[in-house]
């Protein structure tokens, strides 16, 4: 049992790390305490976090990002290796939905996304990825 408890610890930890370093972050033990903790310059400052901390921030930060359309580009370029998180991020998020042009809360047209994903650094590969997961539901 207690194997059990210790490998749940241990995927926890995994995904906090890939969060944070997917966001960013950085792991240091440079700092006065000389102790393991998360850093991040953020608009011009720099943030030394212990690791609750730097994730409630991040969580802060990523809400204020997905409410634009170039914030979500950034989102999905974060994670454009992850196939599921891509697809958490357009279907259960609802990202690049316009619902304030459309009553039935469509999606902005394909040329638009392409526009913010390439804009945030997307390859045309990557901008091709991304629209097939997009379809995916359409077929």
């Known amino acids: 049992m207690m194997w059990e408890v210790e490998e749940l610890r241990n995927q926890i930890n995994s995904k906090i790390q890939f969060y944070l370093m997917a966001r960013g972050w950085e792991q240091s033990c440079k700092n006065p305490l000389s102790i393991w903790m998360w850093e991040k310059d953020i608009e011009g400052k720099h943030f030394t976090l212990n690791e609750s901390t730097a994730v409630q921030m991040q ?8 409410n634009t359309f170039e914030g979500q580009a950034r ?12 697809e958490h991020w357009l279907f259960n998020q609802d990202f690049f939905i316009d619902e304030e042009a459309s009553e039935t809360g469509e999606p902005l047209p394909d040329e638009v996304i392409s526009q913010y994903l390439k804009d945030a650094g997307a390859s045309e590969k990557q901008i091709n990825k991304v629209m097939k997961i997009a379809h995916k539901e359409d077929a």
């Open 75 to 86: 989102c999905i370029m974060e994670c454009i290796n992850n196939e599921t998180e891509i």
């Open 59 to 66: 969580n802060a930060l990523d809400e204020q990002d997905v």
